[in-house]
């Protein structure tokens, strides 16, 4: 059945970079555009981009603009979205969906990113 | 604070009908599709209305949408207990070139 399943939890430093992967089985990776989502504890949703998977091409939120990169193996059906300088305020899961019929319409289960020192 | 703009709270009792409004400008829901997510406690989101007022296969009648100017709003009736979660209204917003997310709204069944 079709599915992301993604990596799973990271705790890494203020300042470092954390690499999230997405991979995809069920249906035909470069078929469907990828957004990534992330959620801090206890907040509301956030979206930071998308990536079509066939072309490479990327739209990403202004907020994360020069910090979010979003990309993708098509040899393993694998998405990623790597965030850098990464802040305490950074804290979150992240989430990638696919939009296969409808927007967003298949999600992965999550990865927790913590940032602490 | 989000670009879209959601109670944070609603309530109803089993069979009612409740309905979670989302505030928008021209440069989003005035000009684009809404879509509406439900996230259960500790789970990923889910669609539950698209494009203003479709309902993705799977997801009961139970559940509408509707939108007017720069509002939008989704109405549950039946309500059940299987229906208390968050709600999101989301769409593209065209001065941000992005999209963007209401704050959410928590559903209680009473």
């Known amino acids: 059945q079709v599915q992301l399943v993604q990596s799973g939890a990271e705790v890494r430093k203020p300042g470092a970079s954390v690499k999230v992967s997405c991979k995809a089985s069920?249906?035909?990776?470069?078929?469907?555009?990828f957004n990534w989502v992330r959620q801090a504890p206890g907040q509301g949703l956030e979206w930071m981009g998308w990536?079509?998977?066939?072309?490479?091409?990327?739209g990403y939120a202004q907020k994360f603009q020069g910090r979010v990169t979003m990309s993708r193996d098509t040899s393993i059906s694998t998405a990623y979205m790597e965030l850098t300088d990464l802040r305490y305020e950074d804290t979150a899961v992240y989430y990638c969906?696919?939009?296969?019929?409808?927007?967003?319409?298949?999600w992965g289960e999550g990865t927790t990113v913590t940032v602490s020192s | 604070h989000s670009v879209l703009t959601q109670p944070p709270s609603a309530s109803g009792t089993p069979g009612q009908r409740v309905t979670i409004s989302c505030a928008g400008s021209?440069?989003?829901?005035?000009?684009?599709?809404v879509n509406w997510f439900q996230q259960l406690p500790g789970t990923a989101p889910r669609i539950v209305i698209h494009?203003?007022?479709q309902r993705p296969s799977g997801v009961p009648d139970r559940f509408s949408g509707s939108k007017s100017g720069t509002s939008a709003s989704l109405a549950i009736s039946g309500l059940q207990s299987e229906d208390e979660a968050d709600y999101y209204c989301?769409?593209?917003?065209?001065?941000?070139?992005?999209?963007?997310f209401g704050g959410g709204t928590m559903l209680t069944v009473l």
């Open positions: 990536m079509n998977p066939d072309s490479a091409n990327t």
């Open positions: 021209d440069s989003n829901i005035g000009n684009n599709h």
């Open positions: 989301a769409a593209w917003d065209d001065s941000m070139n992005g999209r963007v």
């Open positions: 069920g249906f035909t990776f470069t078929s469907h555009d």
């Open positions: 494009n203003n007022n």
């Open positions: 969906a696919i939009n296969r019929y409808y927007f967003m319409d298949v």
